[in-house]
């Protein structure tokens, strides 16, 4: 099983769901030294062994998989409606129609059966813990598990369920906050207190993440007790990342300077470039997938139309620190 206290480099590619990931980048992040990761979410099952296969053919390194554990949940159906009635101008506007809220476990059996064939050296979960039944079977094929945690209770409970180690994600983070509460208020403490607090209460291995993106904080977290940093939005410039166009743009912007966490998007929590969509849509209600759905066709369309203003571009709070380059030259920039 893949010791991560052995990585050539402390860098872990942090997974980025929705295109930036690619198996490219992965396998790049991997040969730099790191560990590179395939995001699941959003990938159907069979979508997934293929990113898999490709990653597989550009490393012999480890690469890890991350899946979203989607907890049953009743949105309010009023409350949607209503949320759909204030962006249908926008979409309007962009010529798409609105996608149909709905809940889906984001294809989990299936994709739990490819990790269980496939055997990637780690699985990390986000959104939740896994069944101590699902952690076992994995850890019988020799796959280091993984839990995604932002408060020291969650970080608790998941090695109490069986899992091998842990991703600390700090409020920094760009892109979705992996709370395992969907309705409440994300936990604000920063990354290297939440980190000290984790180290301190649980005896696994332990990632951390949120904010970096440079040589020094990588360094911090090390320091503090990780025995990596895991590092997504300093690669959403990189040459293999799949970052779309709209996206490059306001992270190349030298006047975008701040990001703000929103559920305006997907009705979960998730940290971006401040734009006029969020700025216009604080109150927007929980609800996940129903609104990743519901907003999917806009978002898509926004995208399309490279409109930075109604688009979501996640990024975490580093994101001025972000350059150009290969997944190569940016690992060799962040190792301390």
Known sequence: MLDLRELRVPV??????????????????TEAGGLGFLAAGYRGGDALAADLEAARALTSGPLGV???????????????????????????????????????DDDWERKLEVVLDTRPEVVSFTFGCP???????????????????????????????????????????G?????????????????????????????????AG?????????????????????VGTAYLLAGEAGTRPVHRAALRDPSTAETGVTRAYTGRWARGLVNRFMTEHRDAPPGYPQLHHLTAPLRAAAAAAGDAQVAHLWAGTGHASVREGSAAEITAALTP
């Open 12 to 29: 872990v590619g942090a997974p980025m769901a929705g295109g930036p990931t690619t198996p490219a980048l992965a396998a790049a992040v």
């Open 66 to 104: 991350n899946l979203f554990l989607v907890a049953p949940f009743e949105a309010d159906p009023a409350a949607v409606d209503a949320y759909r009635r204030a962006i249908e101008p926008e979409a309007t506007r962009l010529g798409a129609a609105l996608g149909e809220p709905r809940w889906d």
């Open 131 to 173: 069944s101590a039944d699902a952690l076992r079977r994995l850890a019988d094929r020799n796959v280091l598990t993984a839990v995604t945690v932002t408060t020291v209770a969650e970080a608790r409970s998941a090695v109490a369920r069986g899992a091998a180690s842990l991703a600390v994600q700090g409020p920094e983070a």
């Open 175 to 207: 892109g979705h906050r992996g709370t395992w509460d969907l309705e409440a208020e994300p936990d604000g403490t920063p990354l290297l207190e939440l980190l000290a607090a984790v180290v301190a209460a649980v005896p696994v291995p332990v990632v």
């Open 210 to 230: 949120g904010g970096i993106a440079d040589a020094a904080a990588v360094a911090g977290v090390l320091d503090t007790g990780a025995v990596a940093a895991q």
